[in-house]
């Protein structure tokens, strides 16, 4: 089977990864990028790294721990992101001294998930180990971009997709590769892209109800009872 992730190694001094495929904590078809895999190709030279990203992410703790490894290797560390860096791959991204993204290549940020099976008190234990996780994870980003606890709660609320420009923009990246030049790019006007935004904006192009008159009504206003009983009556027909 074919393998998505590989050590290219240029010299002893220089070295790049090619980080492609989803994060695991095992292997299990073959094309997961694990923390001990990922350990021992890191471990394998020294010298000054850059790591390519394309992933869609998956599981959070094996990425912090490949973040982790990341940050205290004692070379300088580049991310290059050449497609996407979603989800638990974008906390790997933060790792990097210097972010660069592709003109188009996308990043993703969200709060995380889980599966709970249970009664209500299993229930809540779920959601206070979903909150400690997703504060881990704001400091990887806190300490990247700069940006506010409370700003990067809600666009992880929000299911925020960032393309190259508005990453640099928000501090989640450094510079937009191929773009030429040395001094920092003005970027312009980024696109941001975020799930709960479209959902507010589909549901306020729901045409809203009419009384009989033919004004609509008022959402605080509750629904009167012979309105009701006519549409029911109209569905019974």
Same mark, same amino acid.
């Given at each position: 089977m074919r393998k998505f992730w590989n050590w290219v190694r240029d010299s002893d001094e220089e070295r790049t990864l090619y980080l492609n495929g989803p994060i695991a904590e095992e292997t299990w078809w073959g094309d997961e990028v694990t923390p001990k895999l990922f350990k021992d190709e890191l471990?394998?030279?020294?010298?000054?790294?850059?790591?390519?990203?394309? &992933?869609?992410?998956?599981?959070?703790?094996?990425?912090?721990? *490949?973040?982790?490894?990341? $940050?205290?290797? &004692?070379?300088?560390?580049?991310?290059?992101?050449?497609?996407?860096?979603?989800?638990?791959?974008?906390?790997?991204? $933060?790792?990097?001294?210097?972010?660069? $993204?592709?003109?188009? &290549?996308?990043?993703? *940020?969200?709060?995380?998930?889980? *599966?709970?099976?249970?009664? &209500?008190?299993?229930?809540?234990? %779920?959601?206070a180990l979903l909150d400690e996780v997703k504060e881990s994870i704001i400091n990887a980003y806190e300490l990247k971009s700069g940006l506010s606890r409370a700003k990067l709660s809600h666009l992880m609320d929000a299911e925020t997709w960032m393309n190259a420009?508005? %990453?640099?923009?928000l501090g989640f990246a450094d510079k937009i590769l191929f773009m030429g030049g040395e001094e920092p790019q003005d970027t312009g006007q980024g696109l941001i892209f975020s799930r709960m935004a479209v959902t507010a904006s589909l549901l306020g192009k729901i045409p809203k109800p009419k009384t009989e008159t033919g004004t609509p009504m008022e959402a605080a206003k509750a629904t009167p009872v012979d309105w009701l009983y006519k549409r029911l009556s109209l569905i019974s027909h």
């Open positions: 471990l394998s030279g020294s010298g000054d790294i850059t790591v390519w990203i394309n &992933s869609p992410g998956g599981d959070v703790f094996a990425a912090a721990q *490949i973040y982790n490894m990341l $940050m205290d290797y &004692s070379g300088n560390v580049t991310v290059k992101i050449d497609g996407l860096a979603a989800s638990a791959a974008s906390v790997i991204a $933060m790792a990097g001294g210097d972010v660069y $993204m592709s003109p188009v &290549s996308m990043l993703m *940020i969200h709060n995380p998930s889980t *599966i709970a099976i249970g009664d &209500s008190e299993e229930m809540l234990r %779920a959601k420009k508005k %990453a640099v923009e």
